[in-house]
C-alpha cells in the first residue's frame, strides 16, 4: 500500500467530519453516556485530531503507549474545529512527503521502554490513522443521536439529512 494514496480518502472524509464537528453542542461538551467513557468534548477533539497526531507517530517511527491513549480536554468547540484544521494540513503534509522507503519501514508502540509491537507505516496509516478515525467517528455519531443532534450526511442520507433530496 503506498500512503500518498490516502491523501484522496482522506480529503473525502473531511467533508462529513466537518459537518459533525460543526454540529457539536458547546455546552454540552462535559456530557457523556457512560461513567468510563470519553465526554463529548475529548471525544471530538481526538476524531479532530487523528489524522494529524497519528500521522505525526508515524512519522516518527515509534510512540509510547501512554502517549498513545492520553485524551486531551478541549475548552471549547473553536479549540476542536481549529485542532481538525491543523490536523489535516499535517495530515496531508505527511503524506505527500511519503516515499516507498517511508511506507516500508515500521512504526513501532512502545510501553515502559519496550517495544509491544511493530508494523510497517502503510499498515499505521490504514489501521491506527483511518480506521480508528471511521470507528471513533462512529462514536461521535451516536452522542450526538444521543443529545438530539440532527445527524449530517456521512455516507448517503441519514435520518436528518438526504444530499439527494
Known sequence: MNS?????????????????????????????????????GQ??????????????FANSGKTNLEV??????PASKNEITAGFSKSI????????????????????????GKSIFAIPRSLMCRLLVLNHWYHHRGELVTYLRTLNVLIPSVYGPSADEDPFA
Request: hydrophobic share 45%; charged share 30%; glycine share 2%.
Open 89 to 112: 494540513a499535517t495530515a496531508r503534509q505527511i503524506l505527500e512527503s511519503a516515499t516507498d522507503e517511508w511506507d516500508t519501514q515500521n512504526w513501532e508502540l512502545i510501553k515502559d
Open 4 to 40: 500518498k494514496s490516502l491523501i484522496a480518502e482522506i480529503d473525502f472524509e473531511v467533508v462529513s467530519t466537518q459537518k459533525l464537528l460543526e454540529r457539536l453542542p458547546e455546552e454540552k461538551l462535559g456530557w457523556k453516556p457512560h461513567e468510563k467513557a470519553m465526554t463529548l
Open 68 to 73: 498513545l491513549v492520553a485524551h486531551y480536554i
Open 43 to 56: 471525544l471530538a477533539y481526538h476524531v479532530a485530531i487523528i489524522p494529524g497526531k497519528y500521522l505525526e
